[in-house]
């Protein structure tokens, strides 16, 4: 079923040890949408300026995804400058330059009215709220943020959360978002802002979802979080794009299911996982725009092997 997705489409200018790009395509919508594209049909609500073009247009309709909610406006795109270093486990932004995102004012194409899976990908909570309240009718709503919002845009982000099945944010966040921390402490603390299930992030470490009584429509009460890998992997290139390419595989999974059970989530989790190793591998979105559907899968049997302990 057909996910839309609300969330910045950008261009980014990154440093990593591996070399520089300046102004690739990028954008937690975009990580997000081609990720999800190899599971469900996805559509997108975002604005672009006028540096974004018909090519870059295309690497999102290429994969299938529906763009008619791209909304163009005079001015300049989203720009994002990072730098990693060290073993690149977090990202120093540089800049954050909103641009034409700071005057939008998101309308819900005709078309899209029918979406049951809603994602809120990383952007001014104040738009994820307005999408939110245009999309009434979801099956489920699924959102993600960082530390510039929550940093100053706390109250905003505090309505967004009252109203999300799944918040998926990586554990610096987590740890901001409560201001505690130990992870499990954080963990409750952030469920108890309203999200009825938190699945954090820990690069390349893998994922942890922490369920509350509300998780799964309060039918299946687990009590214990529930951990998945990722893989160990020689060469990382560039780690933009993976949270969001996680939030990708695994929301795109979790929609092309007819139910959601804990199963389900699950292995959505390690689909997660395996498309955020994909996004690593090369600059920007090259990678996750020539990935296979065969190559999915291969790796996600490798995701089982390295996690399954035999004969114990
Ligand atoms: P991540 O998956 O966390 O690495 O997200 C990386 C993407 O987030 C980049 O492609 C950026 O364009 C985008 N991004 C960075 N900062 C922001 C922000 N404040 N709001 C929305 N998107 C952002």
């Given amino acids: 079923m057909s996910i839309l997705v609300v969330g910045s489409v950008a261009f980014d200018s990154i440093e990593t040890p591996h070399g520089a790009v300046d102004h690739c395509l990028g954008g937690a919508a975009t990580h997000f949408s081609l990720a999800a594209s190899y599971f469900t049909p996805v559509r997108v609500i975002a604005v672009v300026g006028e540096d974004f073009t018909e090519v870059h247009e295309g690497v999102l309709t290429k994969r299938g995804v529906d763009t008619q909610g791209i909304e163009r406006a005079k001015g300049l795109s989203f720009h994002w400058t990072g730098s990693y270093s060290g073993n690149m486990d977090e990202a120093k932004t540089l800049g954050t330059d909103l641009n034409v995102f700071q005057t939008f004012e998101p309308k819900i194409p005709a078309a899209y ?9 990383n952007i001014d909570p104040a738009l994820q709220a307005r999408v939110r309240s245009q ?42 978002l409560a201001g505690e921390r130990n992870l499990v402490l954080a963990a409750e603390k952030v469920l108890s802002m309203g999200p009825k ?3 954090v992030k820990h690069g390349e470490y893998g994922a942890t979802a922490f369920f509350s009584d ?10 214990r979080p529930f951990r998945a890998p990722a893989l160990p992997l020689a060469e990382v290139v560039d780690p933009t794009g993976a949270g969001d390419s996680f939030a990708g595989g695994f929301y795109g999974y979790l929609a ?17 996982g395996v498309m955020g190793s994909f996004a690593v591998e090369r600059f920007g979105t090259d990678r996750l725009q020539a990935v296979t559907r065969e190559e999915i899968e291969e790796r996600f049997n490798l995701f089982k092997e390295i996690s ?3 004969g114990a």
């Avoid at 009215?113 to 990908?121: I, M, P, R």
């Avoid at 999309?135 to 960082?146: A, K």
Wanted: hydrophobic share 45%; net charge negative.
């Fill in 135 to 176: 999309m009434p009718q979801v099956r489920m709503v699924c959102g993600d943020t960082m530390n510039y919002w929550i940093a100053d845009h706390g109250e905003n982000l505090a309505k967004v959360l009252r109203d999300l099945d799944v918040l998926l944010i990586n554990d610096g966040e987590v740890r901001m």
């Fill in 197 to 199: 299930t938190l699945v």
């Fill in 113 to 121: 009215a029918d979406s049951k899976y809603l994602f809120l990908a």
């Fill in 214 to 223: 509300r998780s799964f429509g309060g039918q299946t009460k687990i009590s």
């Fill in 308 to 310: 399954h302990l035999e």
């Fill in 256 to 272: 092309s299911q007819p139910e959601l059970t804990p199963a389900v989530f699950r292995t959505a989790m390690f689909y997660g």
